[in-house]
C-alpha cells in the first residue's frame, strides 16, 4: 500500500511546448502543462465543461522522450508523484507551486 500513498494519474493534453532545460551537470529537464477536461451537467440541466491545468516535470530519459515527441496539444497519460516547492521572486514574496514529478508518460492520440 506505501506505493499508493503518492501517486497520481492525468490524461490530458499540453497546453504549449515543453520548456527543455540542461543543467549543469548534464541532467534534463522538461517542464510543461497539461489540460483535463470534465464534463457534467448543473441543476438547470445544462452541460458544464471543466478544465484544470497541472504543472508537470519530467527527468533525464524522461525529458529525452518529452522533448523528442511532446508537442503543444497532443495528448499524453502521465503517471508520477504530487510535489510541493516555494521559492522568492524576483521582489522578495514567497511564491508556491505544486507540480507532478513524471515516472511514466504514455503517447496516445496520432
Given at each position: 500500500m506505501n506505493a499508493l500513498r503518492n501517486k497520481v494519474q492525468l490524461i490530458g493534453n499540453l497546453g504549449n511546448d515543453p520548456e527543455i532545460i540542461e543543467l549543469d551537470n548534464g541532467k534534463k529537464l522538461a517542464k510543461f502543462?497539461?489540460?483535463?477536461?470534465?464534463s457534467y451537467r448543473n441543476a438547470?440541466?445544462?452541460v458544464i465543461k471543466d478544465t484544470q491545468w497541472h504543472?508537470?516535470?519530467a527527468w533525464n530519459k524522461t525529458a529525452e522522450?518529452?522533448?523528442k515527441?511532446?508537442?503543444k496539444?497532443?495528448?499524453i497519460?502521465?503517471?508520477g508523484k504530487l510535489t510541493n516547492r516555494s521559492w522568492e521572486d524576483k521582489e522578495g514574496n514567497k511564491r508556491y507551486t505544486t507540480e507532478v514529478v513524471v515516472n511514466e508518460l504514455l503517447l496516445l492520440g496520432k
Amino acid at each position: 500500500m506505501n506505493a499508493l500513498r503518492n501517486k497520481v494519474q492525468l490524461i490530458g493534453n499540453l497546453g504549449n511546448d515543453p520548456e527543455i532545460i540542461e543543467l549543469d551537470n548534464g541532467k534534463k529537464l522538461a517542464k510543461f502543462s497539461i489540460a483535463t477536461n470534465e464534463s457534467y451537467r448543473n441543476a438547470q440541466g445544462e452541460v458544464i465543461k471543466d478544465t484544470q491545468w497541472h504543472n508537470v516535470i519530467a527527468w533525464n530519459k524522461t525529458a529525452e522522450i518529452v522533448e523528442k515527441y511532446v508537442t503543444k496539444g497532443k495528448e499524453i497519460a502521465v503517471e508520477g508523484k504530487l510535489t510541493n516547492r516555494s521559492w522568492e521572486d524576483k521582489e522578495g514574496n514567497k511564491r508556491y507551486t505544486t507540480e507532478v514529478v513524471v515516472n511514466e508518460l504514455l503517447l496516445l492520440g496520432k
